[in-house]
T-cell receptor, first 115, second 115 residues
Framework: DTAVSQTPKYLVTQMGNDKSIKCEQNLGHDTMYWYKQDSKKFLKIMFSYNNKELIINETVPNRFSPKSPDKAHLNLHINSLELGDSAVYFC??????????????FGPGTRLTVL | GQQVMQIPQYQHVQEGEDFTTYCNSSTTLSNIQWYKQRPGGHPVFLIQ?????EVKKQKRLTFQFGEAKKNSSLHITATQTTDVGTYFCAGPGGYSGGSNYKLTFGKGTLLTVNP
């Protein structure tokens, strides 16, 4: 069984469209994250939820809206997609959220290409 | 916010040669984590170091945490083609409000191995 799963794996879309990426973890973890990895491989945190509560909200355009229906799921909706949104988006989870000490378990990633 | 600096950005070695990547912080870290990302894959947790001067080994990989807890290194002895990938260090960095600290990733070192 995959511990952290994401769908879709690849997403190719036109500028201006709206798209969603879904994430699920079956590890029983309390905390989930969205990371963006650009073409230079830089991993940057975007959002984090702990038990469905938003706890990290980095400087991300408000076109990005995360939603956590329960602690096992964290989805990411992106409105009005732009060329610069092209990247690999990783979902991750950790047991808890303790001052930057938690081991992150990453999903396989969603490669988003905006044309 | 606090940053974790990682060098080198790239390293190309012949199979059998050793490899080292370094991670530095301007402030004391409570812990440091190392992750490996294979080409086309997702980051996978390798190890966490917590104690000053700590050294941990995993087969040919040796991880060190500096005495001042401001730097860390990952050394691979006698590299193999299976070691190819990007190695990231990650430490607590940045204040996200309340008592929460996020995990901040270094920019990674891409290791390529010539067979």
């Amino acid at each position: 069984d995959t511990a952290v799963s994401q769908t879709p794996k690849y997403l190719v879309t036109q500028m201006g469209n709206d798209k969603s990426i879904k994430c699920e973890q079956n590890l029983g973890h309390d905390t989930m994250y969205w990371y963006k990895q650009d073409s230079k491989k830089f991993l940057k945190i975007m959002f984090s939820y702990n038990n469905k509560e938003l706890i990290i909200n980095e400087t991300v355009p408000n076109r990005f809206s995360p939603k956590s229906p329960d602690k096992a799921h964290l989805n990411l909706h992106i409105n009005s997609l732009e060329l610069g949104d092209s990247a690999v988006y990783f979902c991750a989870s950790s047991q808890t959220y303790q001052r930057g000490q938690d081991t992150q378990y990453f999903g396989p990633g969603t490669r988003l290409t905006v044309l | 916010g606090q940053q974790v600096m990682q060098i080198p950005q790239y390293q190309h070695v012949q199979e059998g040669e050793d490899f080292t990547t370094y991670c530095n912080s301007s402030t004391t870290l409570s812990n440091i984590q190392w992750y490996k990302q294979r080409p086309g894959g997702h980051p996978v947790f390798l190890i966490q170091l917590v104690k000053s001067g700590e050294v941990k080994k995993q087969k040919r990989l040796t991880f060190q945490f500096g005495e001042a807890k401001k730097n860390s290194s990952l050394h691979i002895t006698a590299t193999q083609t299976t070691d190819v990938g990007t190695y990231f260090c990650a430490g607590p960095g940045g204040y996200s409000g309340g008592s929460n600290y996020k995990l901040t990733f270094g920019k990674g070192t891409l290791l390529t191995v010539n067979p």
